[in-house]
């Protein structure tokens, strides 16, 4: 932030409530001529950093109206109580949330996926390793469902099975692959594709 904004949006805070600026230094526990050097004389030349952070805590404004680091903007992304298949299918019973995870709206809109796209699923098996391990939770993009030539991986329903495979078209069929087992085939019509896996969640 150009110092001389920095100044005028403090003095607009000082106007605004009428705070004196002997008050302000004594507040942020400097002698009572400091906040006059500051906003008079250009010393220092920006606020520093704990002082920023305690006037904008007295003002009740964001510390980034002082020219502070803007908060990033969090968004609630779902943990469904289904886990995906890297083994053998896994009859989906249900779909209901059972937790949340925080994310940075700017984080999800870097991976290319809306907010309301977004799913975090566990998932089950082998079949996918070492690409995807059993235990893990991956970041699904419900509004991706139509596979291109990358063989990424999508969360695809096969009747009542849920997995998580890659994906070929071949003519009108889909091959089904897995990192670790045999592939599978199925015509287009018997498998829905849910979303594609944008991010491994994985602890260490």
């Known amino acids: 932030m150009d110092p001389i904004d920095q100044r005028a949006v403090l003095d607009g805070l000082i106007a605004r409530d009428g705070v004196s600026l002997s008050t302000l230094s004594r507040m942020v526990g400097r002698n009572a ?3 006059q050097q ?3 004389r250009g010393t220092p030349r920006l606020l520093p950093e704990r ?7 007295f003002f009740g404004v964001d510390e980034a109206v002082l020219g502070g680091a803007t908060l990033p903007t969090i968004v609630r992304v779902p943990r469904l109580a289904v886990s995906v298949s890297a083994g ?3 009859l989906v019973t249900s779909e209901a949330t059972v937790a949340s995870a925080g994310y940075a709206a700017e984080d999800l809109a870097r991976l ?17 390793q070492p690409t995807l391990i059993d235990g893990d939770r991956i970041l699904v993009d419900r509004g991706q469902r139509v596979p291109g030539r990358k063989t990424a991986i999508w969360v695809l329903r096969c009747e009542d099975e849920l997995l998580v495979k890659r994906l070929v078209r071949d003519g009108d069929q889909w091959r089904i692959l897995s990192d670790n087992a045999p592939e599978r085939r199925m015509p287009l019509a018997q498998v829905a594709v849910l979303g594609r896996v944008v991010e491994l969640v994985r602890r260490l």
């Open 33 to 35: 001529a400091w906040m």
């Open 112 to 128: 290319g996926i809306r907010a309301s796209d977004a799913a975090i699923l566990d998932v089950r098996g082998e079949s996918m």
């Open 88 to 90: 053998p299918g896994r």
């Open 38 to 40: 500051y906003l008079r």
């Open 51 to 57: 002082e920023r952070g305690l006037i904008a805590g």
